[in-house]
Protein backbone atom coordinates (compact mmCIF):
# COMPACT_ATOMS: atom_id res chain seq x y z
CA UNK A 1 0.00 0.00 0.00
CA UNK A 2 1.48 3.24 -0.62
CA UNK A 3 0.61 6.51 0.84
CA UNK A 4 -2.45 8.07 0.37
CA UNK A 5 -1.73 11.61 -0.15
CA UNK A 6 -5.18 13.53 -0.14
CA UNK A 7 -5.32 12.44 4.07
CA UNK A 8 -3.58 13.93 6.55
CA UNK A 9 -1.82 11.45 9.19
CA UNK A 10 -2.43 11.53 13.18
CA UNK A 11 -1.00 8.63 14.83
CA UNK A 12 1.81 6.36 13.96
CA UNK A 13 0.85 2.80 16.02
CA UNK A 14 3.92 0.28 16.73
CA UNK A 15 2.87 -3.44 16.74
CA UNK A 16 6.13 -4.38 18.11
CA UNK A 17 6.25 -8.21 19.10
CA UNK A 18 9.35 -10.94 19.25
CA UNK A 19 9.65 -11.18 15.83
CA UNK A 20 8.80 -8.83 13.97
CA UNK A 21 8.02 -4.94 14.21
CA UNK A 22 5.01 -3.70 11.95
CA UNK A 23 4.69 0.41 11.82
CA UNK A 24 1.46 1.47 10.81
CA UNK A 25 0.36 5.54 9.61
CA UNK A 26 -2.92 6.16 10.69
CA UNK A 27 -5.80 9.00 9.96
CA UNK A 28 -7.83 10.35 12.50
CA UNK A 29 -10.15 7.79 12.29
CA UNK A 30 -7.98 4.90 12.61
CA UNK A 31 -7.84 4.28 8.90
CA UNK A 32 -4.44 2.84 7.46
CA UNK A 33 -2.73 5.27 5.24
CA UNK A 34 0.36 3.43 5.07
CA UNK A 35 2.68 0.72 6.76
CA UNK A 36 5.90 -1.54 6.71
CA UNK A 37 6.77 -4.40 8.61
CA UNK A 38 10.15 -4.82 9.25
CA UNK A 39 12.18 -8.16 11.29
CA UNK A 40 13.32 -5.87 13.83
CA UNK A 41 11.22 -7.82 17.09
CA UNK A 42 12.98 -7.55 20.29
CA UNK A 43 14.39 -11.01 20.12
CA UNK A 44 16.22 -9.53 16.38
CA UNK A 45 16.54 -6.13 16.95
CA UNK A 46 19.76 -4.33 14.55
CA UNK A 47 22.05 -4.09 17.87
CA UNK A 48 21.98 -4.89 21.12
CA UNK A 49 19.70 -2.89 23.59
CA UNK A 50 18.34 0.36 23.74
CA UNK A 51 20.38 1.52 20.62
CA UNK A 52 18.86 -1.58 19.03
CA UNK A 53 15.21 -0.39 19.62
CA UNK A 54 16.26 3.62 18.52
CA UNK A 55 17.64 2.28 15.61
CA UNK A 56 15.02 -0.03 14.62
CA UNK A 57 12.72 3.02 15.43
CA UNK A 58 14.25 4.91 12.97
CA UNK A 59 14.22 2.64 10.33
CA UNK A 60 10.68 1.96 9.98
CA UNK A 61 9.46 5.98 10.91
CA UNK A 62 12.19 8.24 10.44
CA UNK A 63 10.32 9.53 7.12
CA UNK A 64 6.96 9.70 8.35
CA UNK A 65 8.25 12.00 11.02
CA UNK A 66 10.53 13.99 8.93
CA UNK A 67 7.46 14.40 7.28
CA UNK A 68 5.30 14.59 10.13
CA UNK A 69 7.44 15.95 13.08
CA UNK A 70 4.29 16.02 15.29
CA UNK A 71 3.19 12.95 15.31
CA UNK A 72 2.03 10.90 18.34
CA UNK A 73 3.46 7.48 19.09
CA UNK A 74 2.36 4.31 20.67
CA UNK A 75 3.45 0.88 20.44
CA UNK A 76 2.15 -2.64 21.83
CA UNK A 77 3.44 -6.35 22.43
CA UNK A 78 6.57 -7.37 23.91
CA UNK A 79 8.38 -3.93 23.22
CA UNK A 80 6.73 -3.58 26.89
CA UNK A 81 7.91 -6.35 28.41
CA UNK A 82 10.80 -6.72 30.87
CA UNK A 83 13.18 -7.51 27.60
CA UNK A 84 11.45 -4.53 25.55
CA UNK A 85 12.60 -0.81 25.17
CA UNK A 86 11.12 -0.24 28.71
CA UNK A 87 8.80 -2.29 31.07
CA UNK A 88 5.07 -1.28 31.12
CA UNK A 89 4.41 -3.57 34.15
CA UNK A 90 0.93 -5.54 33.99
CA UNK A 91 -1.89 -4.29 34.86
CA UNK A 92 -4.43 -6.32 36.60
CA UNK A 93 -7.97 -7.19 35.29
CA UNK A 94 -10.77 -6.11 34.43
CA UNK A 95 -8.89 -3.80 32.08
CA UNK A 96 -9.54 -2.02 29.14
CA UNK A 97 -7.77 0.62 27.11
CA UNK A 98 -8.93 3.48 29.91
CA UNK A 99 -6.73 0.90 32.30
CA UNK A 100 -4.22 0.54 29.49
CA UNK A 101 -3.25 4.30 28.97
CA UNK A 102 -4.05 5.42 32.94
CA UNK A 103 -1.04 2.85 33.29
CA UNK A 104 1.33 3.28 29.32
CA UNK A 105 5.26 3.99 30.37
CA UNK A 106 6.77 6.11 27.70
CA UNK A 107 10.12 6.05 26.36
CA UNK A 108 11.24 8.97 23.97
CA UNK A 109 13.63 8.50 20.91
CA UNK A 110 16.12 10.26 19.27
CA UNK A 111 14.75 13.85 17.91
CA UNK A 112 12.98 14.03 21.28
CA UNK A 113 9.90 11.43 19.61
CA UNK A 114 8.05 10.14 22.50
CA UNK A 115 6.05 6.66 22.26
CA UNK A 116 3.94 5.72 24.59
CA UNK A 117 4.01 1.84 25.31
CA UNK A 118 0.98 -0.16 26.35
CA UNK A 119 0.99 -2.36 29.12
CA UNK A 120 0.13 -6.21 29.18
CA UNK A 121 -2.83 -7.51 31.48
CA UNK A 122 -2.34 -10.03 34.93
CA UNK A 123 -5.27 -12.20 35.90
CA UNK A 124 -4.67 -13.28 39.24
CA UNK A 125 -7.45 -15.84 40.21
CA UNK A 126 -7.24 -16.78 44.09
CA UNK A 127 -7.21 -19.97 43.54
CA UNK A 128 -4.55 -20.82 40.46
CA UNK A 129 -1.43 -19.32 39.09
CA UNK A 130 -1.33 -16.16 37.59
CA UNK A 131 -2.10 -15.89 33.87
CA UNK A 132 -0.49 -12.82 31.37
CA UNK A 133 -1.23 -11.31 28.16
CA UNK A 134 1.14 -8.87 26.48
CA UNK A 135 -0.39 -7.55 23.06
CA UNK A 136 -3.41 -10.16 22.82
CA UNK A 137 -5.28 -6.94 24.98
CA UNK A 138 -4.64 -4.64 22.01
CA UNK A 139 -6.08 -7.03 19.32
CA UNK A 140 -8.77 -7.43 21.39
CA UNK A 141 -9.07 -3.57 21.91
CA UNK A 142 -9.11 -3.53 18.06
CA UNK A 143 -12.11 -6.62 17.49
CA UNK A 144 -14.40 -4.64 19.81
CA UNK A 145 -13.77 -1.36 18.36
CA UNK A 146 -17.34 -0.31 16.78
CA UNK A 147 -18.69 -3.75 17.64
CA UNK A 148 -20.52 -2.99 21.26
CA UNK A 149 -22.44 -5.93 20.79
CA UNK A 150 -19.41 -8.05 21.31
CA UNK A 151 -18.09 -5.63 23.68
CA UNK A 152 -21.11 -6.16 26.16
CA UNK A 153 -20.02 -10.06 26.70
CA UNK A 154 -17.63 -12.26 24.57
CA UNK A 155 -15.30 -14.30 24.42
CA UNK A 156 -12.05 -13.71 22.01
CA UNK A 157 -9.94 -16.53 21.44
CA UNK A 158 -6.34 -16.06 19.71
CA UNK A 159 -5.02 -19.50 18.80
CA UNK A 160 -1.52 -19.76 18.25
CA UNK A 161 1.65 -20.74 19.61
CA UNK A 162 0.13 -19.37 22.67
CA UNK A 163 -3.40 -19.44 22.35
CA UNK A 164 -5.14 -16.99 24.16
CA UNK A 165 -9.00 -17.31 25.42
CA UNK A 166 -10.29 -14.06 26.84
CA UNK A 167 -13.40 -13.51 28.73
CA UNK A 168 -14.89 -9.75 27.81
CA UNK A 169 -17.69 -8.09 29.96
CA UNK A 170 -18.99 -4.65 29.31
CA UNK A 171 -15.94 -3.84 27.29
CA UNK A 172 -13.41 -5.20 29.37
CA UNK A 173 -11.11 -7.87 29.83
CA UNK A 174 -12.91 -9.93 32.72
CA UNK A 175 -10.44 -13.27 32.85
CA UNK A 176 -8.08 -15.64 30.29
CA UNK A 177 -6.18 -18.42 30.22
CA UNK A 178 -3.30 -19.37 28.45
CA UNK A 179 -2.60 -22.54 26.32
CA UNK A 180 1.06 -23.76 24.76
CA UNK A 181 -1.29 -25.55 22.04
CA UNK A 182 1.17 -24.00 19.70
CA UNK A 183 4.52 -24.77 21.17
CA UNK A 184 4.27 -27.50 22.89
CA UNK A 185 2.80 -29.22 19.37
CA UNK A 186 5.96 -27.79 17.58
CA UNK A 187 8.78 -28.89 20.33
CA UNK A 188 7.33 -32.39 20.30
CA UNK A 189 7.12 -32.56 16.26
CA UNK A 190 10.80 -31.59 16.24
CA UNK A 191 12.41 -32.54 19.14
CA UNK A 192 10.82 -35.31 20.83
CA UNK A 193 10.57 -39.35 19.55
CA UNK A 194 7.05 -38.22 18.22
CA UNK A 195 8.41 -36.92 15.75
CA UNK A 196 10.29 -39.65 14.33
CA UNK A 197 7.16 -41.61 12.43
CA UNK A 198 6.53 -38.68 10.59
CA UNK A 199 7.73 -38.17 7.31
CA UNK A 200 9.04 -35.19 6.53
CA UNK A 201 8.71 -34.67 2.98
CA UNK A 202 5.16 -36.41 2.68
CA UNK A 203 2.28 -34.18 2.82
CA UNK A 204 -0.66 -35.78 4.03
CA UNK A 205 -3.62 -35.60 1.41
CA UNK A 206 -6.62 -33.75 2.89
CA UNK A 207 -8.82 -36.80 3.81
CA UNK A 208 -5.79 -38.14 5.66
CA UNK A 209 -5.17 -35.07 7.52
CA UNK A 210 -8.47 -34.66 8.38
CA UNK A 211 -9.17 -38.19 9.73
CA UNK A 212 -5.59 -37.80 11.40
CA UNK A 213 -6.96 -34.63 13.29
CA UNK A 214 -10.33 -36.16 13.72
CA UNK A 215 -8.77 -38.93 16.08
CA UNK A 216 -6.65 -36.83 17.91
CA UNK A 217 -9.71 -34.32 18.87
CA UNK A 218 -11.56 -37.85 19.80
CA UNK A 219 -9.22 -38.85 21.69
CA UNK A 220 -8.81 -35.63 23.49
CA UNK A 221 -12.65 -35.90 24.07
CA UNK A 222 -12.33 -39.12 26.04
CA UNK A 223 -9.33 -37.65 28.30
CA UNK A 224 -9.44 -37.97 32.24
CA UNK A 225 -7.91 -35.50 34.13
CA UNK A 226 -3.78 -36.01 33.97
CA UNK A 227 -3.98 -37.93 30.57
CA UNK A 228 -2.27 -35.72 28.44
CA UNK A 229 1.09 -37.20 29.22
CA UNK A 230 -0.57 -40.84 28.18
CA UNK A 231 -1.98 -39.65 25.41
CA UNK A 232 1.02 -37.91 24.02
CA UNK A 233 2.60 -41.37 23.33
CA UNK A 234 -0.91 -42.52 21.51
CA UNK A 235 0.49 -40.60 18.30
CA UNK A 236 3.62 -43.12 18.43
CA UNK A 237 2.02 -45.97 19.04
CA UNK A 238 -0.67 -45.81 16.50
CA UNK A 239 1.92 -45.15 14.11
CA UNK A 240 4.04 -48.25 15.73
CA UNK A 241 0.83 -50.31 15.59
CA UNK A 242 -0.30 -49.49 12.16
CA UNK A 243 -3.99 -48.31 13.06
CA UNK A 244 -3.22 -44.47 11.58
CA UNK A 245 -0.51 -43.80 8.53
CA UNK A 246 2.03 -42.03 9.53
CA UNK A 247 1.16 -39.55 7.12
CA UNK A 248 -1.87 -39.10 9.79
CA UNK A 249 0.22 -38.71 12.88
CA UNK A 250 1.49 -34.64 12.82
CA UNK A 251 -2.59 -33.84 12.34
CA UNK A 252 -3.59 -36.80 15.01
CA UNK A 253 -0.85 -34.70 17.49
CA UNK A 254 -2.35 -31.01 16.35
CA UNK A 255 -5.77 -32.48 16.75
CA UNK A 256 -4.48 -34.31 20.37
CA UNK A 257 -3.63 -30.89 21.79
CA UNK A 258 -6.22 -28.55 20.15
CA UNK A 259 -9.08 -30.98 21.38
CA UNK A 260 -7.04 -30.69 25.30
CA UNK A 261 -7.14 -26.87 24.62
CA UNK A 262 -10.98 -27.14 24.03
CA UNK A 263 -12.14 -29.57 26.39
CA UNK A 264 -10.30 -27.52 29.35
CA UNK A 265 -11.21 -23.62 27.91
CA UNK A 266 -14.77 -24.69 27.10
CA UNK A 267 -15.36 -25.97 30.48
CA UNK A 268 -13.65 -23.02 32.25
CA UNK A 269 -16.03 -20.18 29.80
CA UNK A 270 -18.65 -22.25 30.11
CA UNK A 271 -20.87 -19.75 31.81
CA UNK A 272 -19.92 -17.44 29.15
CA UNK A 273 -20.89 -19.54 26.40
CA UNK A 274 -24.17 -20.99 27.99
CA UNK A 275 -25.21 -16.95 27.92
CA UNK A 276 -24.75 -17.42 24.23
CA UNK A 277 -21.94 -14.68 24.31
CA UNK A 278 -20.46 -15.01 20.88
CA UNK A 279 -17.02 -16.68 20.16
CA UNK A 280 -14.71 -14.52 18.51
CA UNK A 281 -11.60 -15.53 16.53
CA UNK A 282 -8.75 -13.23 16.04
CA UNK A 283 -5.54 -14.94 14.05
CA UNK A 284 -3.87 -16.27 11.40
CA UNK A 285 -6.73 -17.77 8.37
CA UNK A 286 -5.49 -21.30 8.15
CA UNK A 287 -5.14 -21.65 12.11
CA UNK A 288 -8.51 -20.39 12.24
CA UNK A 289 -9.91 -22.83 9.95
CA UNK A 290 -8.35 -25.67 12.09
CA UNK A 291 -9.66 -23.91 15.31
CA UNK A 292 -13.19 -24.06 13.66
CA UNK A 293 -13.13 -27.64 12.36
CA UNK A 294 -12.34 -28.35 16.28
CA UNK A 295 -15.04 -26.26 17.62
CA UNK A 296 -17.64 -28.21 15.46
CA UNK A 297 -16.69 -30.86 17.36
CA UNK A 298 -17.56 -29.67 20.06
CA UNK A 299 -20.78 -28.03 19.14
CA UNK A 300 -19.48 -24.67 19.30
CA UNK A 301 -19.80 -22.65 16.20
CA UNK A 302 -17.49 -19.10 16.47
CA UNK A 303 -18.37 -15.73 14.67
CA UNK A 304 -16.37 -14.93 11.49
CA UNK A 305 -12.84 -15.08 11.65
CA UNK A 306 -11.12 -11.58 12.27
CA UNK A 307 -7.87 -10.57 10.90
CA UNK A 308 -5.20 -8.57 12.27
CA UNK A 309 -7.14 -6.23 14.79
CA UNK A 310 -3.89 -4.58 16.16
CA UNK A 311 -3.68 -1.00 14.02
CA UNK A 312 -7.07 -0.39 15.26
CA UNK A 313 -6.57 -1.55 19.08
CA UNK A 314 -3.42 0.72 18.85
CA UNK A 315 -5.62 3.83 17.58
CA UNK A 316 -7.98 3.11 20.31
CA UNK A 317 -5.32 2.95 22.59
CA UNK A 318 -4.32 6.48 21.52
CA UNK A 319 -8.02 7.78 22.10
CA UNK A 320 -8.03 6.50 25.45
CA UNK A 321 -4.61 8.23 26.02
CA UNK A 322 -5.99 11.25 24.51
CA UNK A 323 -3.08 11.49 21.82
CA UNK A 324 -5.85 12.03 19.35
CA UNK A 325 -9.44 12.56 19.47
CA UNK A 326 -11.93 10.36 17.52
CA UNK A 327 -13.24 11.32 14.42
CA UNK A 328 -16.79 11.71 14.85
CA UNK A 329 -17.74 10.49 11.32
CA UNK A 330 -16.49 7.03 12.26
CA UNK A 331 -17.22 4.07 14.83
CA UNK B 1 33.31 -56.88 38.47
CA UNK B 2 35.74 -59.57 37.42
CA UNK B 3 34.97 -62.79 36.89
CA UNK B 4 34.76 -65.22 39.53
CA UNK B 5 37.37 -68.11 37.49
CA UNK B 6 34.84 -70.71 39.98
CA UNK B 7 32.03 -70.72 38.67
CA UNK B 8 30.53 -72.10 34.89
CA UNK B 9 29.15 -69.73 33.00
CA UNK B 10 25.59 -71.01 31.44
CA UNK B 11 24.16 -67.81 29.60
CA UNK B 12 25.41 -64.86 28.38
CA UNK B 13 22.41 -61.99 28.60
CA UNK B 14 22.23 -58.76 26.45
CA UNK B 15 20.21 -55.66 27.55
CA UNK B 16 20.47 -53.88 24.35
CA UNK B 17 18.50 -50.50 24.66
CA UNK B 18 18.57 -46.99 21.75
CA UNK B 19 21.64 -46.18 23.96
CA UNK B 20 23.78 -48.67 25.44
CA UNK B 21 24.52 -52.60 25.51
CA UNK B 22 24.93 -54.10 28.73
CA UNK B 23 26.32 -57.84 28.40
CA UNK B 24 25.87 -60.22 31.60
CA UNK B 25 27.84 -63.64 31.53
CA UNK B 26 25.78 -65.37 34.35
CA UNK B 27 25.80 -68.73 35.90
CA UNK B 28 22.49 -71.73 35.97
CA UNK B 29 21.45 -70.04 39.10
CA UNK B 30 21.01 -66.55 37.16
CA UNK B 31 24.06 -64.78 39.54
CA UNK B 32 26.11 -62.40 37.40
CA UNK B 33 29.56 -63.81 37.24
CA UNK B 34 31.06 -61.07 34.55
CA UNK B 35 29.44 -57.82 33.24
CA UNK B 36 30.61 -55.39 30.89
CA UNK B 37 28.98 -52.34 29.06
CA UNK B 38 28.82 -50.47 25.75
CA UNK B 39 28.17 -47.35 24.13
CA UNK B 40 26.83 -49.35 21.19
CA UNK B 41 22.95 -49.18 21.50
CA UNK B 42 20.95 -49.47 18.24
CA UNK B 43 21.10 -46.00 17.64
CA UNK B 44 24.95 -45.80 17.92
CA UNK B 45 26.44 -48.98 16.17
CA UNK B 46 29.94 -49.55 15.20
CA UNK B 47 28.80 -48.82 11.82
CA UNK B 48 25.31 -48.98 10.40
CA UNK B 49 23.21 -52.54 9.69
CA UNK B 50 23.70 -55.87 10.24
CA UNK B 51 27.65 -55.54 10.15
CA UNK B 52 26.98 -53.12 13.17
CA UNK B 53 25.03 -55.36 15.77
CA UNK B 54 27.45 -58.15 14.71
CA UNK B 55 30.30 -56.04 15.36
CA UNK B 56 28.94 -54.49 18.50
CA UNK B 57 27.97 -58.00 20.02
CA UNK B 58 31.92 -59.78 19.40
CA UNK B 59 33.09 -56.42 20.78
CA UNK B 60 31.09 -57.17 23.91
CA UNK B 61 31.05 -61.06 24.03
CA UNK B 62 33.68 -62.12 21.61
CA UNK B 63 36.09 -63.76 24.72
CA UNK B 64 33.21 -64.97 26.82
CA UNK B 65 32.47 -67.23 23.59
CA UNK B 66 35.93 -68.00 22.34
CA UNK B 67 36.06 -69.34 25.66
CA UNK B 68 32.56 -70.92 26.36
CA UNK B 69 31.48 -71.64 22.91
CA UNK B 70 28.23 -73.15 23.53
CA UNK B 71 26.77 -70.86 25.78
CA UNK B 72 23.39 -69.39 24.98
CA UNK B 73 22.58 -65.85 23.91
CA UNK B 74 19.93 -64.02 24.56
CA UNK B 75 18.78 -60.48 24.31
CA UNK B 76 15.78 -57.87 25.04
CA UNK B 77 14.52 -54.80 24.13
CA UNK B 78 15.05 -52.55 21.42
CA UNK B 79 17.39 -54.77 19.83
CA UNK B 80 14.33 -56.67 18.91
CA UNK B 81 12.50 -53.62 17.25
CA UNK B 82 11.59 -53.00 13.77
CA UNK B 83 14.79 -50.78 13.74
CA UNK B 84 17.28 -53.68 15.59
CA UNK B 85 18.99 -56.49 14.45
CA UNK B 86 15.61 -58.23 13.26
CA UNK B 87 12.49 -57.22 14.69
CA UNK B 88 10.75 -59.86 17.33
CA UNK B 89 6.73 -58.31 16.42
CA UNK B 90 4.65 -57.25 19.57
CA UNK B 91 2.88 -60.42 21.56
CA UNK B 92 -0.40 -59.34 23.40
CA UNK B 93 -1.74 -59.22 27.12
CA UNK B 94 -1.53 -60.93 28.79
CA UNK B 95 2.25 -61.99 28.56
CA UNK B 96 4.72 -63.58 30.63
CA UNK B 97 8.40 -65.11 29.78
CA UNK B 98 6.80 -67.85 28.69
CA UNK B 99 4.67 -66.15 25.77
CA UNK B 100 7.85 -64.21 24.78
CA UNK B 101 9.53 -67.33 24.34
CA UNK B 102 7.18 -68.68 22.35
CA UNK B 103 7.46 -66.02 20.36
CA UNK B 104 10.83 -65.06 20.40
CA UNK B 105 12.70 -64.09 17.44
CA UNK B 106 16.35 -65.20 16.53
CA UNK B 107 19.79 -63.94 14.57
CA UNK B 108 22.57 -66.01 13.93
CA UNK B 109 25.98 -64.27 14.49
CA UNK B 110 29.16 -64.65 13.01
CA UNK B 111 30.76 -68.48 13.79
CA UNK B 112 26.88 -69.39 13.68
CA UNK B 113 25.95 -68.25 17.66
CA UNK B 114 22.16 -68.15 18.04
CA UNK B 115 21.09 -65.20 19.46
CA UNK B 116 17.46 -64.79 21.07
CA UNK B 117 15.24 -61.86 20.66
CA UNK B 118 12.57 -61.57 23.21
CA UNK B 119 9.08 -59.24 21.63
CA UNK B 120 7.78 -56.49 23.01
CA UNK B 121 4.42 -56.64 24.78
CA UNK B 122 1.14 -54.61 23.21
CA UNK B 123 -1.56 -53.49 25.02
CA UNK B 124 -4.82 -53.44 22.74
CA UNK B 125 -7.69 -52.18 24.93
CA UNK B 126 -11.11 -52.01 23.01
CA UNK B 127 -12.12 -48.11 23.43
CA UNK B 128 -8.31 -46.66 23.34
CA UNK B 129 -5.39 -46.52 21.16
CA UNK B 130 -2.88 -49.42 21.58
CA UNK B 131 0.20 -48.86 23.94
CA UNK B 132 3.46 -50.81 23.95
CA UNK B 133 6.59 -51.24 26.11
CA UNK B 134 9.56 -53.05 24.76
CA UNK B 135 12.23 -53.92 27.21
CA UNK B 136 10.33 -53.33 30.45
CA UNK B 137 8.75 -56.68 29.80
CA UNK B 138 12.32 -58.33 30.90
CA UNK B 139 12.87 -55.78 33.76
CA UNK B 140 9.49 -56.85 35.10
CA UNK B 141 10.08 -60.61 34.59
CA UNK B 142 13.22 -60.16 36.50
CA UNK B 143 11.63 -58.60 39.61
CA UNK B 144 8.99 -60.72 40.03
CA UNK B 145 10.88 -63.43 39.75
CA UNK B 146 11.45 -64.99 43.37
CA UNK B 147 8.96 -62.70 44.34
CA UNK B 148 5.46 -64.92 44.18
CA UNK B 149 3.31 -62.66 46.19
CA UNK B 150 4.60 -60.02 43.29
CA UNK B 151 4.05 -62.02 40.81
CA UNK B 152 -0.12 -62.72 42.41
CA UNK B 153 -1.35 -58.80 42.06
CA UNK B 154 1.30 -55.85 41.62
CA UNK B 155 1.77 -52.89 39.87
CA UNK B 156 4.89 -52.10 38.52
CA UNK B 157 5.93 -48.50 37.84
CA UNK B 158 8.92 -47.83 35.53
CA UNK B 159 9.77 -44.44 35.62
CA UNK B 160 11.69 -42.49 32.98
CA UNK B 161 11.59 -41.10 29.45
CA UNK B 162 8.87 -42.62 29.20
CA UNK B 163 7.13 -44.14 32.29
CA UNK B 164 5.21 -47.50 32.12
CA UNK B 165 2.65 -47.95 34.34
CA UNK B 166 1.97 -52.13 34.30
CA UNK B 167 -0.27 -53.83 35.93
CA UNK B 168 1.03 -58.08 36.60
CA UNK B 169 -1.95 -60.52 37.23
CA UNK B 170 -0.74 -64.40 38.54
CA UNK B 171 2.29 -63.29 37.04
CA UNK B 172 1.71 -61.76 33.53
CA UNK B 173 1.29 -58.68 32.44
CA UNK B 174 -2.30 -57.63 31.81
CA UNK B 175 -2.32 -53.87 30.81
CA UNK B 176 -0.32 -51.25 31.04
CA UNK B 177 0.04 -46.92 30.20
CA UNK B 178 2.93 -45.67 29.16
CA UNK B 179 3.63 -41.61 30.10
CA UNK B 180 5.94 -39.35 28.37
CA UNK B 181 6.63 -37.69 31.02
CA UNK B 182 10.55 -37.49 31.34
CA UNK B 183 10.61 -36.73 27.33
CA UNK B 184 8.23 -34.06 28.14
CA UNK B 185 10.25 -32.40 30.41
CA UNK B 186 13.11 -32.33 28.90
CA UNK B 187 12.05 -31.10 25.76
CA UNK B 188 10.03 -28.26 27.24
CA UNK B 189 13.32 -27.28 29.47
CA UNK B 190 15.83 -27.66 26.49
CA UNK B 191 13.43 -26.20 23.41
CA UNK B 192 10.64 -24.15 25.06
CA UNK B 193 10.36 -20.72 26.26
CA UNK B 194 9.56 -22.57 29.98
CA UNK B 195 13.34 -23.14 30.31
CA UNK B 196 14.09 -19.01 29.52
CA UNK B 197 13.60 -17.81 32.86
CA UNK B 198 14.94 -21.01 34.50
CA UNK B 199 18.90 -20.64 35.25
CA UNK B 200 21.40 -22.97 34.04
CA UNK B 201 24.04 -22.30 36.11
CA UNK B 202 22.13 -22.14 39.84
CA UNK B 203 21.06 -25.39 40.90
CA UNK B 204 17.99 -24.58 43.52
CA UNK B 205 18.50 -25.28 47.72
CA UNK B 206 16.81 -28.36 48.56
CA UNK B 207 14.28 -26.23 50.39
CA UNK B 208 13.80 -24.17 47.00
CA UNK B 209 13.46 -27.48 45.21
CA UNK B 210 11.03 -29.02 47.29
CA UNK B 211 8.83 -26.52 47.37
CA UNK B 212 8.82 -25.94 43.68
CA UNK B 213 8.31 -29.42 43.24
CA UNK B 214 5.41 -29.58 45.53
CA UNK B 215 3.87 -26.88 43.90
CA UNK B 216 3.81 -28.50 40.93
CA UNK B 217 2.18 -31.87 42.09
CA UNK B 218 -0.12 -29.31 43.99
CA UNK B 219 -1.33 -27.88 40.63
CA UNK B 220 -1.75 -31.35 38.66
CA UNK B 221 -4.02 -32.52 41.42
CA UNK B 222 -5.81 -29.49 41.07
CA UNK B 223 -6.68 -29.94 37.61
CA UNK B 224 -9.55 -30.94 35.18
CA UNK B 225 -9.94 -32.60 31.97
CA UNK B 226 -7.43 -30.79 29.30
CA UNK B 227 -5.93 -28.54 31.98
CA UNK B 228 -2.18 -29.55 31.23
CA UNK B 229 -1.90 -27.81 28.14
CA UNK B 230 -2.87 -24.53 30.19
CA UNK B 231 -0.89 -25.23 33.57
CA UNK B 232 2.17 -25.37 31.47
CA UNK B 233 2.25 -21.85 31.28
CA UNK B 234 2.25 -21.38 34.79
CA UNK B 235 6.07 -22.59 34.89
CA UNK B 236 6.43 -18.95 33.41
CA UNK B 237 3.66 -17.00 34.66
CA UNK B 238 4.70 -17.82 38.11
CA UNK B 239 8.54 -17.08 37.51
CA UNK B 240 7.33 -13.51 35.88
CA UNK B 241 4.56 -12.54 38.52
CA UNK B 242 7.50 -13.44 40.96
CA UNK B 243 5.46 -16.28 42.57
CA UNK B 244 8.09 -18.39 42.68
CA UNK B 245 11.52 -17.93 42.33
CA UNK B 246 13.32 -18.53 38.97
CA UNK B 247 15.41 -21.40 40.76
CA UNK B 248 12.50 -23.40 41.56
CA UNK B 249 10.95 -23.30 37.81
CA UNK B 250 12.76 -26.14 37.11
CA UNK B 251 11.18 -28.30 39.87
CA UNK B 252 8.03 -26.77 39.67
CA UNK B 253 7.82 -28.14 35.90
CA UNK B 254 8.93 -31.90 36.84
CA UNK B 255 6.38 -31.54 39.88
CA UNK B 256 3.67 -30.76 37.39
CA UNK B 257 4.26 -33.40 35.23
CA UNK B 258 4.82 -36.14 37.40
CA UNK B 259 1.73 -34.56 39.03
CA UNK B 260 0.03 -35.27 35.48
CA UNK B 261 1.35 -38.69 35.21
CA UNK B 262 0.39 -39.81 38.75
CA UNK B 263 -3.21 -37.99 38.71
CA UNK B 264 -4.22 -40.19 35.69
CA UNK B 265 -2.30 -43.36 36.04
CA UNK B 266 -3.37 -43.82 39.60
CA UNK B 267 -7.16 -43.32 38.48
CA UNK B 268 -6.80 -45.86 35.91
CA UNK B 269 -5.36 -48.61 38.13
CA UNK B 270 -7.09 -47.60 41.19
CA UNK B 271 -9.38 -51.06 41.45
CA UNK B 272 -5.35 -52.42 42.02
CA UNK B 273 -4.43 -50.07 44.23
CA UNK B 274 -7.90 -50.57 46.30
CA UNK B 275 -7.11 -54.46 46.27
CA UNK B 276 -3.78 -53.63 48.06
CA UNK B 277 -1.54 -55.07 45.04
CA UNK B 278 1.82 -53.42 45.89
CA UNK B 279 3.06 -50.65 44.29
CA UNK B 280 6.63 -51.56 42.56
CA UNK B 281 9.34 -48.95 41.25
CA UNK B 282 11.97 -49.97 38.83
CA UNK B 283 14.39 -47.46 37.93
CA UNK B 284 16.96 -45.28 38.61
CA UNK B 285 17.52 -44.34 42.38
CA UNK B 286 17.00 -40.69 42.16
CA UNK B 287 14.14 -40.65 39.86
CA UNK B 288 12.32 -43.35 42.55
CA UNK B 289 13.18 -40.73 45.03
CA UNK B 290 11.11 -38.46 43.21
CA UNK B 291 8.39 -40.39 42.49
CA UNK B 292 8.41 -41.33 46.31
CA UNK B 293 8.06 -38.16 46.92
CA UNK B 294 5.21 -37.67 44.70
CA UNK B 295 3.21 -40.37 45.66
CA UNK B 296 3.14 -39.59 49.03
CA UNK B 297 1.34 -36.04 48.12
CA UNK B 298 -1.26 -38.90 46.64
CA UNK B 299 -1.21 -40.88 49.67
CA UNK B 300 0.52 -44.01 48.49
CA UNK B 301 3.48 -45.82 49.38
CA UNK B 302 5.74 -47.84 47.24
CA UNK B 303 7.57 -50.75 47.75
CA UNK B 304 11.53 -50.33 48.15
CA UNK B 305 12.41 -49.00 45.05
CA UNK B 306 14.06 -51.87 43.05
CA UNK B 307 17.63 -51.48 40.83
CA UNK B 308 18.86 -53.21 37.63
CA UNK B 309 16.61 -56.38 37.22
CA UNK B 310 16.93 -56.70 33.51
CA UNK B 311 19.70 -59.11 34.14
CA UNK B 312 17.36 -61.24 36.17
CA UNK B 313 14.73 -61.36 33.64
CA UNK B 314 16.54 -62.13 30.76
CA UNK B 315 17.12 -65.39 32.47
CA UNK B 316 13.87 -65.99 33.08
CA UNK B 317 13.37 -65.53 29.36
CA UNK B 318 16.20 -67.96 28.45
CA UNK B 319 14.82 -70.52 31.23
CA UNK B 320 11.45 -70.05 29.75
CA UNK B 321 12.54 -71.02 26.09
CA UNK B 322 14.52 -73.94 27.12
CA UNK B 323 18.02 -73.12 26.60
CA UNK B 324 19.40 -73.47 30.23
CA UNK B 325 17.79 -75.17 32.71
CA UNK B 326 16.96 -73.57 36.40
CA UNK B 327 19.45 -74.62 39.20
CA UNK B 328 16.80 -75.59 41.76
CA UNK B 329 18.91 -74.54 44.78
CA UNK B 330 17.89 -71.08 43.52
CA UNK B 331 14.39 -69.07 43.53
Not at 155 to 174: A, Y
Not at 260 to 280: G, I, Q, T, W, Y
Request: charged fraction near 20%; proline fraction near 8%; aromatic fraction near 6%.
Amino acid sequence: MSPDQSTTPSLIALDWGTSSLRAFLMDARGDIIDQRSSPHGIQNLPEPGIPGFERAFALACSDWLARWPSLPVVAGGMVGSAQGWREAPYVTCPADTHVLASRAAAVEAQGGVRILLAPGVLYDPPDAAPDVIRGEEIQIAGALSGHPEWAKRSLVVLPGTHSKWVEVVDGRITRFFTYMTGELFAVMRKHSILGRLMPDAKPADKATAQAGFAAGIATAQKSLPGDLVHQLFSTRSLGLAHRLPAEALEDYLSGLLIGHELVSALARLKAALDSEAPLLLIGDAKLCERYIAALSAFGVKPAEPIGNTAPRGLYEFAVAAGLIKKDPSHG
